[in-house]
């Protein structure tokens, strides 16, 4: 049998599970353990036959457990009355079947795990951002001809998504990155997470012992409070803009994760020597992101970049040590992560300066 190069049944997938959660039908079946599909409609403000049809789908996919027999196919709304409805139609694209033992519906384990119950395999929100950067992907042909993306409106970012994307992370990912963070730098007191999102990382550090401060756009402040929970009363919230001031320090470590492929290089380098600013004699800086010619994910990700933003992109680990020496970094020194693709790497401010 012939092989494609493209899962389709993971893409279709993946936008089943995104379209079944900006409805809502997620939501209206976590809240029950048991509903008809006119009760899932109903909580989710949607057309029944669309219901039924999405239920069943996720159903074929594990994600929700029918009890009770397979539908008769839903068929289209008639006009009231016009057609096979007789004088009342069927208004709500039901099948007539369907309204006497009528099956229930419910998330199964596994829909429950990855798509509404706290834990590590919960990735909802990782989902719904995967699902809207397709829009950005769509747009790769004209991206092409042009070399950069088209402008968009601000307006349109949907910042939750993003940034509770990113608290699901893989703790084991972030377990490693401050392990060997820690190793690196020795005993440290205080350590700042720029653009660390909902805090996942700046609570790992926390919960070491370190004082740990999250500095993000005031707009993620609210949603990373919310996320982090009762964790919240460890950290310190400092809203702003890297690109115009950082936190002015000092700290004894300064941890910059999956940021700077948003900015242009010149960005970069200037964001660099400010972090040297901000940092105490002593203190470290960690960079981590995809390395161009060294992460098998560089290349696809720096599409990802090409389509997503306009001057970002991935760097190769030559210009990170060209920025950091420059700055006036020393023993710089670069880790492959073992927990996943990209690299770690690590600098520190000479004690005398």
């Avoid at 998330?107 to 909802?124: K, M």
């Avoid at 996943?340 to 600098?347: C, H, P, R, T, Y």
Wanted: hydrophobic content about 45%.
């Amino acid at each position: 049998m012939r092989r494609s190069l493209v899962d389709r049944e993971a893409v279709e997938r993946l936008f089943l599970i995104a379209g079944a959660l900006r409805s809502g039908v997620i939501d209206a079946l976590a809240a029950d353990d048991g509903l008809t599909a006119a009760q899932v409609a109903a909580a989710a403000g949607a057309d029944v036959r669309a219901a039924v049809i999405v239920l069943e789908a996720l159903a074929g996919e594990g994600l929700v457990e029918r009890e009770g027999p397979v539908p008769e196919p839903p068929v289209p709304a008639e006009p009231v009355g016009e057609g096979l409805g007789g004088p009342t139609g069927n208004p709500t694209g039901a099948p007539a079947a369907s309204r006497t033992g009528e099956p229930l519906y419910r998330l199964s384990a596994l829909g429950r795990d990855h798509l509404v119950g706290p834990g590590p395999d919960l990735e909802r929100w990782q989902l719904l951002h995967q699902a809207r950067k397709a829009w950005g992907w769509l747009e790769l042909p004209e991206i092409i001809q042009t070399g950069s993306a088209p402008p968009r409106d601000p307006a349109s970012r949907d910042t939750r998504t993003m940034v509770s994307a990113m608290g699901e992370r893989d703790p084991a990912i972030v377990e490693e990155i401050v392990n060997v963070c820690l190793t690196y730098a020795g005993a440290i007191e205080t350590m700042i997470d720029v653009a660390g999102a909902v805090g996942h990382v700046a609570r790992q550090f926390s919960r070491c012992g370190v004082r740990a401060t999250l500095f993000d756009r005031p707009a993620v402040m609210p949603i990373a409070e919310e996320y982090l929970g009762e964790d919240a009363k460890d950290i310190a919230f400092v809203g702003g803009d890297l690109t115009e001031a950082l936190p002015p320090g000092p700290f004894d470590l300064m941890y910059f994760g999956n940021v700077l492929h948003i900015y242009d290089p010149v960005t970069d380098a200037r964001v660099i020597r400010e972090a040297y600013a901000s940092l105490a004699p002593g203190g470290v800086i960690g960079i981590q992101n995809y390395l161009w010619g060294r992460s098998r994910r560089a290349a696809m990700f720096a599409v990802n970049m090409l389509q997503s933003v306009e001057n970002g992109g991935v760097w190769s680990e030559a210009m990170y040590r060209g920025w950091l020496s420059e700055a006036g970094f020393a023993k710089i020194e670069t880790f492959d992560l073992e927990t996943g693709e990209s690299q770690l790497i690590l600098a520190r401010r000479p004690a005398g300066e």
